[in-house]
């Protein structure tokens, strides 16, 4: 996902003039902590997809060599 999409998602405005989002109270404080926890799921599971595809191009390499 990106920025926009989970601003819209989570109805977060960033402030314009400074282009920064206000940490002035609790709730806005929660709302950014769950958007780089999300961002961090997210590259977590880029990097995971990646060792899965690089473990089944092993696999399917060794079965295309275990059948010549």
């Known amino acids: 996902m990106t920025e ?3 601003n819209a998602l989570f109805n ?3 402030e314009k003039v400074k282009n ?3 940490t002035n109270t609790i709730k806005s404080q929660d709302e950014i902590r ?3 926890k999300i961002f961090d799921i997210a590259a977590q599971q880029r990097k995971d997809s990646k060792k899965i595809s690089a473990r089944g191009l092993v696999a ?3 079965i ?3 059948n010549n």
């Open 4 to 6: 926009v999409e989970l």
């Open 12 to 14: 977060i405005c960033p």
């Open 20 to 22: 920064v989002y206000a």
């Open 34 to 36: 769950r958007i780089v």
């Open 60 to 62: 399917f390499r060794a």
């Open 64 to 66: 295309l060599t275990s």
